[in-house]
């Protein structure tokens, strides 16, 4: 080997370690520094997650001696696996978005180490990105919306919603869109981005309402008394104390229309049991007047609401 190849060698050498403990060792630091910080964010939203899980646990779990509060201490399995499920979903979320931004930002850092000009680079990806915003708005708006829904918890698998285009109970729940089938069985992919307003019919509490027809001659007192009892043993059944929230009430006189005196009951109920509450208090209140021996008000030549039409009990008007 020649003089000038040792020269060009040792050179190279030189120039390489040089390179080492300069640009080399920036480029070494900058990944370490990246893959800490990003190990420090994601320790910190793992525990930040935890936290809100176990005080939402111990919330649920500190409830009164009512009824609605041992009632609501037995539905809150389902309502801190809920909370969970969209807490671990957020810490998810943001522990990608924190991925994705260090690397970016350690990418860009060590291109430009190495010598890579940035200002082209940039240019092109905001011209790109300019034109794929207008392209994904709709996307994007979705994205955002879902992003929103499980920050807020408007709703969760399991809870019965109306979108305004469709109501049913929720089976799935993503950033996109959101899949619930109606009481037809009909399975229904809403965007998150379309939904304008949500009714969700199955959070905190219910209120089962029975409207009571009898005869307009019928002692009020009376009928009341007997709608109470019925409403005081309702509660009192162990197959029933477990979905009211408390004693159904008697409100007092709804109506008076020509021979008919109409009696309202609500009856205050968990959110999913409120359909079958209804059912079951109608049919225990007909039971009770029918023994009594309360009359029923007289049937007109188009006939009458009664228990089982329109305007009779449990139709859900409001007042």
């Known amino acids: ?36 910080i990003r190990w420090l964010l994601h320790r910190l939203i793992t525990r930040t997650v935890r936290t809100m899980t176990e005080r939402t646990s111990t919330r649920h779990e500190d409830s009164d001696g009512s009824r609605a509060g041992r009632v609501w201490a037995q539905a809150s399995g389902l309502a801190r696996a809920r909370h969970q499920q969209r807490t671990a979903t957020l810490g998810s979320l943001l522990r990608s978005v924190v991925t994705f931004v260090v690397g970016l930002i350690a990418g860009l850092t060590v291109m430009d180490l190495v010598g890579i000009p940035l200002g082209p680079l940039l240019a092109s990806a905001g011209v790109g990105g300019v034109a794929l915003g207008f392209g994904a708005q709709s996307l994007v708006k979705d994205f955002l919306s879902g992003v929103f829904m499980i920050l807020e918890d408007q709703y ?6 109306d979108t305004g285009e469709a109501v049913g109970t929720v089976e799935e729940v993503s950033l996109r869109v959101t899949r619930l089938r ?12 379309e ?32 709608l109470r009892e019925a ?7 162990p197959a029933w104390e477990d979905r009211l929230l408390d004693e159904p009430t008697v409100a007092g006189v709804e109506s008076i229309t020509g021979q008919t005196l109409t009696i309202r009951v609500l009856a205050e109920t968990s959110p999913g049991a409120k359909a079958e509450v209804q059912r079951e208090l109608r049919q225990r209140l007909k039971s009770a007047i029918d023994g009594a021996g309360i009359k029923a008000p007289p049937v007109g030549p188009f006939g009458y609401g009664g228990f089982g039409g329109a305007a009779g009990p449990g139709s859900g008007a409001k007042p």
């Open 231 to 237: 409403g005081e043993r309702m509660a009192a059944d």
């Open 195 to 226: 939904v304008i307003r949500i009714g969700n019919l199955s959070q905190h509490r219910a209120t089962a309402i029975v409207d009571v027809p009898v005869a307009y001659d019928e002692d009020v007192a009376r009928v009341t008394g007997v």
């Open 156 to 161: 969760g698998v399991g809870d019965v919603i």
């Open 1 to 36: 080997m020649t003089d000038l190849d040792l020269r060009t060698t040792w050179l190279t050498a030189e120039r390489i370690q040089d390179w080492l403990l300069t640009d080399g060792l920036r480029i070494l630091l900058t990944i370490v520094f990246a893959v800490v």
């Open 182 to 193: 109606d009481a037809d069985g009909v399975t229904w992919y809403v965007r998150n981005g």
